[in-house]
């Protein structure tokens, strides 16, 4: 009864798993072609090496796969990041090589402002922990830029505030990138124009500017959300060129202002830090001008009072030459009276000696000099002949010794060549060390001799006064007005006049002794 039961026929139709699979998959895929589910992402990792992205969206209760096809990852305005809650949009489909079902998702957005602004303090938290918005990185501003380059919209007005600024401030060449501001490509095409900018040549074509200036104007934020893009910031921080974020008005703030080496409150604010006031600059400039020619001038009338002091110090000519003058006066006084003595004196000299010189004493003295001669010649003739006679006998005594023994005569003539070789050699070895001995000795001395010289304490800003007879002036007192001194420094010598001298009052010198004058009188003989 039982087998009859079993292999009754039925009327249920047979699918093979292929069928029911595209059976099931239809009628999810017509049920829910289009749905909005909000879930935070769970297990991302980064698109696959194909370039589609998988994970999860999850709530408390439940869970579901999602997939994004390459395609479509590429174009998206928010990319996922793991744990973000979200609101994914695509349809409901089945994978039946699982058999489970999954959302292919078409966009994909943050669940609200406060999910987007979780997102920017994430993203702010990350590239703050790699010094991308370090002060030490930030560079100055060029006080004056020949070339501005904007990163903006060539047709909104933020262009044409920056323009007419930087026109009525200080007239410099601007170089506008053209970008989107808003959308899912802004943020790659202002990291791209950042890049850009950086990437010309300073001599080519197309001038390298000397200040970014990256702006847009105000708005919602996911109309300033392509400035929150981590490309936008790592190209702001990398920038070699000063950089100025001038996004949204003074209360917006996104990521590249953090990243940029400054923040204007608005884009005509950017303009403002970005070049000078000319008009203030050419005021400032005649101002310092006028100051310039007023120091100038009084300095030249404080140099030339000075000059006029100096030339009423200076010395007339009358006094320079009135010593010398004296002096010459005197001794013109005293040479004749000196010249008179003088001769008299070699004079009375020449008498004497031509008193002593008669043709009688000449007769004598030759007579005394030929005997004194003749003796001479007599006792060295005698003289002559006992020498000679001593050197024969000692010449025969030597050359009897000498038949006598040849043989040690030879050989002490090859001893005493070696010994002569080894006294020479001892003798230069000496003289060598004796020669080196006296070269240290001499430049010990010399040293020495440096060391105690007055000359060296010259160099320390001394100085040797002498009067006009080259005596050393060693005390005040020995000095008087109006009398000519000699000043010895270390570079040289100069002459000098004594004005005056204001001294204690000492005690009375002894008088020097005077030295007695020797006069030569004595004109020496004339024979």
Do not use: C
């Not at 609200?112 to 790699?130: D, F």
């Amino acid at each position: 009864m039982a087998s009859l039961l079993d292999d009754s026929p039925t009327n249920a139709a047979e699918f093979t798993v292929s069928e029911l699979s595209g059976s099931i998959r239809r009628t999810v895929e017509d049920g829910f072609g289009h749905v909005r589910v909000r879930g935070e992402i769970s297990g991302y990792r980064g698109p696959h090496s194909s370039g589609h992205a998988y994970f999860s969206l999850k709530d408390d209760r439940a869970r579901i796969e999602a997939v994004i096809w390459k395609g479509t990852f590429s174009k998206l305005k928010h990319r996922p990041e793991e744990g973000l809650e979200v609101i994914a949009t695509g349809k409901i489909t089945t994978y039946a090589g699982s058999s489970k079902y999954q959302i292919v998702i078409d966009s994909i957005e943050p669940a609200g402002a406060g999910a987007l602004m979780a997102l920017i303090e994430e993203r702010r938290r990350k590239l703050a922990a790699e010094g991308l918005f370090e002060d030490a990185r930030k560079q100055l501003l060029p006080f004056m830029p020949r070339v501005i380059g904007v990163v903006t919209s060539p047709t909104g007005a933020v262009i044409r505030d920056i323009l007419h600024r930087i026109e009525d401030r200080f007239p410099v060449h601007v170089i506008v990138w053209p970008v989107r501001v808003q959308g899912d490509t802004s943020g790659d095409e202002v990291a791209r124009a950042i890049n850009g900018f950086n990437a010309l040549d300073p001599n080519g074509p197309i001038k390298r500017p000397d200040l970014i200036i990256v702006a847009r104007g105000g708005g919602s934020l996911e109309d300033l959300w392509g400035f929150n893009d981590e490309a936008v910031v790592r190209a702001a921080a990398a920038s070699g060129i000063p950089l100025i974020s001038a996004v949204g008005h003074e209360t917006d703030w996104t990521l590249i202002d953090h990243a940029s080496d400054r923040r204007a409150p608005t884009p005509t604010g950017a303009a403002e830090m970005a070049v000078p006031v000319k008009a203030d600059l050419e005021a400032q400039l005649a101002t310092l001008a006028a100051r310039l020619k007023s120091a100038q001038s009084r300095m030249l009338d404080r140099r030339r009072e000075a000059l006029r002091g100096l030339a009423r110090a200076l010395p007339t000519l009358d006094s320079v030459l009135a010593l010398p003058r004296q002096r010459l006066d005197r001794s013109g006084q005293a040479l004749g009276r000196a010249l008179e003595l003088n001769t008299a004196n070699r004079r009375q000299g020449f008498e004497r000696q031509a008193a002593r010189v008669t043709p009688f004493a000449l007769v004598s003295a030759l007579r005394e000099k030929r005997l004194l001669v003749g003796e001479m010649s007599g006792r060295g003739d005698r003289a002559m002949d006992r020498r000679l006679e001593a050197l024969r006998t000692r010449l025969d005594r030597h050359a009897l010794v000498l038949s006598a023994v040849p043989r040690r005569i030879g050989e002490a003539q090859v001893h005493g060549r070696e010994r002569l070789t080894e006294l020479t050699r001892r003798t230069d070895a000496a003289l060598t060390q004796m020669l080196s001995q006296h070269r240290r000795g001499l430049a010990a001395q010399t040293r020495m001799l440096q060391s105690l010289s007055y000359q060296s304490v010259l160099g320390r800003g001394f100085a040797v006064i002498r009067d006009q007879d080259r005596q050393l002036l060693s005390r005040a007192a020995q000095v008087k007005a109006g009398a000519a001194i000699a000043v010895e420094f270390a570079d040289g010598e100069i002459s000098a006049l004594v004005s005056g001298t204001d001294r204690p009052a000492a005690k009375a010198a002894k008088p020097a002794r005077a030295k007695p004058v020797k006069t030569k009188t004595d004109q020496g003989s004339l024979f």
